[in-house]
């Protein structure tokens, strides 16, 4: 396994380190001006919109950073100020920002060939397909079809084509606290209001059942004496009639939930999804956006149930610095994909293949054992949560696996009413030189997301940060 020295070497020294306010008075003046050009788009956890024909709400704080430089799980802005990232720009940067192997290879590939086009191979792409093949899980492991987009709803919609052409059905279930992307068919399998009020009507045929969320059972049950119900229901849903459910193409999940709250289900939980879509011949598809690329421990997070996706949706960690999104698809499927053309202008981009054939290279080093890593730390990371957590009032919940840790608030633990200001608290903690954010159904759990290079020291910094800053809240509001 890689020494903490040897990982220490990827990111800058000394942080956090704070030369001025954040933002500094160089990005103020950045991000004044790059609002100019940005369309007013609300993300998770900002203030709702003004409702039409009313007065606008006064200009929020200015926020943001404007970034000049990145190493391994450190962030320097143009101000000189240097944070520790816990974020790793939202679970995507796996094996560190500018990772010099990485950097190796896009300029290596950049000097040679970039742009290559529909219909045309290069060795980058060739060796990003033996490396993603093979690194598979389970019956799809180098027994798969690989097709590549930039982002992630760009792969779920080919995942929902897929699955239409192969099954030659239109219906898609998906589970409640879904986040799957923000196109028109991903969009309609999110089920976070603020990312689609306005944007009807998405496609239909989309049917949402509860998810395995134990913390706030949808049936009021607990675990296990539940026989994790929440999971038979959809066996119901599938392979009983008239249900409404007679025209499913594919089950989409996310094996390890991430906007919608970073919530582990039972270890029985997608087993049993699996065994109700092979009783109705329905497609298992695995949304492993966030989840994987060794984020939870495992390569993948179907890893840890002991299942095998029809389809598995990959990106994030996969292409790291650069856009890489895709899907693997088994491959007895190749006929029935023969009939649906899916072309994509920038499918094999050169140096996106590179970097990311470079990441996947890194990530199943088996000296360096980066996801081996991951679990070990990631549990010290996690059991320092809960105990740390036991004496702060608003932690509701500590859950996850390996550097996919979520913090759960609440006003109170009884009730277990959200605690919503997660904006404050990640506020606060940038003041502190530690960027994290948060996500979930009312946007109250605090998630740990790393580069999967952060040494002990930082991610243990970055985590006290977080645990004073928690501490000093629920004193506020006692």
């Known amino acids: 396994m890689i020494a903490e020295s040897e990982l220490a070497k990827l990111s800058f020294e000394g942080a956090p380190l704070l030369l001025t306010e954040l933002p500094g008075p160089r990005a ?13 788009a609300r993300g998770p956890g900002a203030p709702a919109a003004a409702p039409a024909g009313t007065a606008p709400a006064a200009a929020p704080p200015l926020r943001g950073a404007v970034w000049d430089e990145a190493r391994g799980a450190t962030m320097k802005d143009i101000d000189g100020n240097i944070l520790i990232d816990l974020t790793a720009g939202i679970a995507v940067t796996s094996v560190g920002r500018s990772h ?3 950097v190796a290879a896009a300029r290596s590939q950049a000097s040679k060939i970039m742009h290559v086009g529909i219909g045309n191979e290069s060795l980058a792409h060739l060796e990003l397909a ?5 690194m598979m899980p389970g019956g799809l492991k180098n027994h798969c079809l690989l097709s590549y987009v930039q982002g992630g709803s760009d792969a779920v919609e080919t995942a929902i084509k897929y699955a ?20 028109s068919g991903s969009l309609a399998l ?14 239909p045929g989309v049917i949402h059942v509860p998810y395995g969320y134990c913390y706030r059972c949808a049936m ?24 409404g459910a007679h025209d499913v193409a594919a089950v989409i999940v996310e094996p390890l939930q991430g906007e919608g709250g970073y919530v582990d289900p039972p270890p029985e939980f997608l087993g049993i999804i699996m065994a109700a879509c092979e009783k109705k011949g329905v497609l298992f598809v695995a949304d492993e956006i966030q989840a994987g690329a060794g984020r939870t421990g495992k390569m993948w997070a179907v890893e840890h149930y002991g299942v095998t996706p029809d389809i598995l949706i990959f990106g994030k960690g996969i292409g790291g610095d650069a856009p890489m999104a895709g899907v693997a698809v088994r491959d007895e499927y190749a006929e029935e994909l023969s009939r649906a053309p899916q072309p994509n202008t920038f499918e094999r981009n050169a140096v996106s293949c590179a970097i990311a054939a470079t990441n996947i290279g890194l990530l199943t ?12 730390v990631g549990n010290e ?6 105990r740390e957590t036991k004496d702060i009032p608003i932690v509701g919940e500590v859950r996850g696996k390996g550097f996919m840790l979520g913090v759960e608030l609440v006003k109170n633990r009884e009730t277990r009413e959200p605690y919503t200001d997660t904006m404050t608290i990640t506020g606060k903690v940038r003041q502190r030189g530690i960027i994290v954010a948060a996500c979930g159904r009312d946007n109250n759990t605090i998630r740990f997301m790393p580069p999967l290079v952060i040494t002990r020291d930082y991610f243990n910094k970055g985590v006290d940060a977080v645990l004073d800053v928690l501490r000093a809240e629920a004193k506020a509001i006692a």
């Open 130 to 134: 033996k490396g993603l093949a093979g």
């Open 28 to 40: 103020r003046e950045v991000l004044v001006e790059a609002q100019k050009y940005r369309p007013p």
């Open 365 to 376: 080093d088996k000296k360096m054992d980066l996801v081996g890593r991951v679990a070990e």
């Open 220 to 243: 009021g049950l607990t675990y296990p004496g539940c026989r994790v119900a929440c999971a038979r229901y959809l066996d119901y849903k599938l392979n009983t009639e008239s249900t």
């Open 100 to 102: 010099p192997k990485v």
């Open 190 to 203: 999110t089920t976070k209001s603020i990312f689609k009020s306005v944007f009807g009507p998405l496609i």
């Open 381 to 386: 990371i996690k059991e320092k949560l809960i």
């Open 164 to 183: 239409r052409a192969i099954t030659g059905r239109s219906q898609i279930v998906a589970f409640e606290g879904a986040y799957h992307g923000v196109w």
